[in-house]
């Protein structure tokens, strides 16, 4: 069995290109391939008008030399031209013949013989630039036998028409010695000025873009690490606050790993403590079940809110470790009176708190489709932010809340606009911008800031919404959007 290395079959269908299509990846790379294309388009523009032209000019060189030989045989048209003065003259003006139109007679002026075949015509009066160039390209494709009529009103005499027929093989030569010149010069200008272009967008553009590029890479690398952050430049542009953005980007990233490790450590600590916080639930949660059968119907009372506040805290302990490792837990949703909740909810915290006049202005058959632990944690969060608010002001200490349907866009139940309002001192303007965010929204000493962010959490989980309507020094009021319960 042979032990050979054999093309796999990705090589055998791999194209012949691929090393080109690698090398061409680089930004240098492309933008080489551009300047040398401009280069030569620039070439392209500029040689053939130039070829055109110094065809015309051949021509008309020509036309005007036919011209003055024609003018010497007047002069010597006095006596007979033998073939010696005939062959000098027109080898003076480089042509095979000369005739000319005058005053409406066709004249031949100087013939040394046959005319063969193979002839082109070249009107100087009638033919355009795009004429011209197509001739131009025909005449350096041509073989050198051809012969060129041309016809031309000579400079000194523009009432005339002179007629002349020439050898094209020496424009022809011309026309190729011109094009090496033109050629050379053009690719050493243009070959200059391309390097200079070349130079210029590389330090103006592709050499910021790879240093923004590798800071990139070197961050993604251990983006933990403060020496990879990139450092911007002095440069305005464009790229400049790239690099400016790339540094904010690259700092709030640092700043998001270090909260996570927070919580991570947090989250920790939790699942250490959960087991035993539930151990003393459990003997709390014994004493109000005995307080919630007392004959004193204010002990009942106050036994069965303790009983229902141990019942969240031991859920709320429980739902502690999947809060740690992803989200909230789905909502079990049903029906729920949005009146008798929040009426719950501020009893909870209003003596948790403080002393607050609650004012619940939510209609009894409004109901809201929630669960009921996650929405009562929401509200409490919500009233527990506004109470503790409160407690910075004198006079009354006002809490509202207030609860509007709104119809279904399309087929639905619709959902429940409620609005909590507080007579507290406002939420300051330094704390708005990251006011749902954990950790970052405290307006107080001493908060922790996760209580709009759980709140705001616990909405959108619903399909909701918390958001801050306004505030001041008359109050704040929060705006909750929720689900509403079909009516059944």
Same mark, same amino acid.
């Given at each position: 069995?042979?032990?050979?290395?054999?093309?796999?079959?990705?090589?055998?269908?791999?194209?012949?290109?691929?090393?080109?299509?690698?090398?061409?990846?680089?930004?240098?790379?492309?933008?080489?391939?551009?300047?040398?294309?401009?280069?030569?388009?620039?070439?392209?523009?500029?040689?053939? !008008?130039?070829?055109?032209?110094?065809?015309?000019?051949?021509?008309?060189?020509?036309?005007? %030399?036919?011209?003055?030989?024609?003018?010497?045989?007047?002069?010597?048209?006095?006596?007979?031209?033998?073939?010696?003065?005939? /062959?000098?003259?027109?080898?003076?003006?480089?042509? @095979?013949?000369?005739?000319?139109? &005058?005053?409406?007679?066709?004249?031949?002026?100087?013939?040394?013989?046959?005319?063969?075949?193979?002839? @082109?015509?070249?009107?100087?009066?009638?033919?355009?630039?795009?004429?011209?160039?197509?001739?131009?390209?025909?005449?350096?494709?041509?073989?050198?036998?051809?012969?060129?009529?041309?016809?031309?009103?000579?400079?000194?005499?523009?009432?005339?028409?002179?007629?002349?027929?020439?050898?094209?093989? !020496?424009?022809?030569?011309?026309?190729?010695?011109?094009?090496?010149?033109?050629?050379?010069?053009?690719?050493?200008?243009?070959?200059?000025?391309?390097?200079?272009?070349?130079?210029?967008?590389?330090?103006? $553009?592709? /050499? !910021?873009?790879?240093? *923004?590029?590798?800071?990139?890479?070197?961050?993604?690398?251990?983006?933990?690490?403060?020496?990879?952050?990139?450092?911007?430049?002095?440069?305005?542009?464009?790229?400049?606050?790239?690099?400016?953005?790339?540094? /904010?980007?690259?700092?709030?990233?640092?700043?998001?790993?270090?909260?996570?490790?927070?919580?991570?450590?947090?989250?920790?600590?939790? %699942?250490?403590?959960?087991? #035993?916080?539930?151990?003393?639930?459990?003997?709390?949660?014994?004493?109000?079940?005995?307080? +919630?059968?007392?004959?004193?119907?204010?002990?009942?009372?106050?036994?069965?809110?303790?009983? &229902?506040?141990?019942?969240?805290?031991? &859920? *709320?302990?429980?739902?502690?470790?999947? $809060?740690?490792?992803?989200?909230?837990?789905?909502?079990?949703?049903?029906?729920? =009176?949005?009146?008798?909740?929040?009426?719950?909810?501020?009893?909870?915290?209003? =003596?948790?708190?403080?002393?607050?006049?609650?004012?619940?202005?939510?209609?009894?058959?409004?109901?809201?489709? +929630? #669960? !009921?632990? =996650?929405?009562?944690?929401?509200?409490?969060?919500?009233?527990?932010?506004?109470?503790?608010?409160?407690?910075? @002001?004198?006079?009354?200490?006002?809490?509202?809340?207030?609860?509007?349907?709104?119809?279904?866009?399309?087929?639905?139940?619709?959902?429940?606009?409620?609005?909590?309002?507080?007579?507290?001192?406002?939420?300051?303007?330094?704390?708005?911008?990251?006011?749902?965010?954990? $950790?970052?929204?405290?307006?107080?000493?001493?908060?922790?800031?996760?209580? *709009?962010?759980?709140? /705001?959490?616990?909405?959108?989980?619903?399909?909701?919404?918390?958001?801050?309507?306004?505030?001041?020094?008359?109050?704040?009021?929060?705006?909750?959007?929720?689900?509403?319960?079909?009516?059944?």
């Amino acid at each position: 069995m042979s032990t050979d290395p054999s093309p796999s079959d990705d090589d055998a269908h791999r194209p012949l290109y691929a090393p080109l299509a690698g090398v061409l990846a680089n930004l240098r790379a492309q933008l080489l391939m551009v300047t040398l294309s401009l280069i030569a388009a620039g070439l392209v523009l500029v040689y053939f !008008p130039a070829a055109a032209s110094f065809r015309l000019q051949w021509m008309t060189d020509r036309a005007e %030399a036919a011209h003055l030989a024609a003018l010497a045989a007047d002069v010597a048209r006095g006596g007979a031209l033998g073939e010696e003065e005939v /062959r000098a003259l027109l080898m003076g003006a480089d042509a @095979v013949a000369v005739a000319r139109v &005058r005053d409406g007679m066709n004249e031949l002026v100087l013939y040394s013989g046959p005319i063969g075949e193979g002839l @082109v015509e070249s009107d100087l009066r009638t033919a355009t630039w795009l004429t011209h160039i197509r001739d131009t390209v025909d005449t350096l494709n041509a073989s050198d036998d051809r012969l060129l009529r041309i016809r031309a009103q000579p400079a000194g005499a523009p009432d005339e028409l002179i007629d002349v027929i020439v050898r094209e093989a !020496p424009l022809h030569e011309a026309l190729r010695n011109f094009s090496r010149r033109l050629l050379l010069y053009a690719s050493i200008a243009a070959i200059a000025v391309g390097a200079v272009l070349y130079g210029a967008l590389f330090f103006l $553009f592709v /050499r !910021p873009m790879r240093r *923004l590029a590798g800071a990139m890479t070197h961050f993604r690398e251990d983006p933990a690490d403060p020496a990879r952050m990139i450092r911007p430049g002095a440069a305005r542009n464009e790229i400049g606050q790239a690099e400016h953005e790339l540094a /904010r980007m690259q700092a709030d990233i640092r700043q998001a790993l270090f909260q996570r490790e927070r919580l991570a450590a947090l989250g920790g600590a939790v %699942a250490r403590i959960n087991h #035993d916080l539930r151990n003393v639930l459990a003997s709390a949660q014994l004493v109000s079940d005995r307080l +919630a059968m007392d004959a004193d119907d204010r002990v009942r009372g106050m036994g069965e809110r303790l009983v &229902r506040a141990v019942d969240r805290g031991v &859920r *709320l302990c429980e739902a502690t470790l999947e $809060f740690g490792r992803a989200e909230e837990s789905a909502p079990v949703r049903q029906p729920i =009176q949005l009146r008798t909740l929040l009426d719950e909810v501020a009893d909870d915290a209003i =003596q948790a708190e403080g002393d607050v006049i609650w004012t619940n202005e939510v209609a009894a058959d409004i109901r809201i489709d +929630a #669960d !009921p632990d =996650q929405a009562h944690r929401l509200f409490l969060n919500l009233c527990r932010n506004a109470i503790q608010a409160m407690q910075l @002001v004198e006079g009354e200490r006002r809490l509202t809340a207030r609860a509007t349907p709104m119809p279904p866009v399309d087929e639905g139940a619709g959902e429940v606009w409620l609005e909590i309002s507080d007579t507290g001192p406002g939420v300051p303007a330094k704390a708005r911008d990251r006011l749902f965010q954990a $950790f970052s929204g405290s307006t107080r000493r001493g908060g922790t800031g996760l209580g *709009l962010s759980i709140a /705001r959490e616990l909405a959108r989980a619903h399909g909701g919404e918390v958001d801050l309507v306004s505030t001041g020094e008359a109050g704040t009021i929060f705006s909750v959007r929720l689900p509403a319960a079909a009516q059944g």
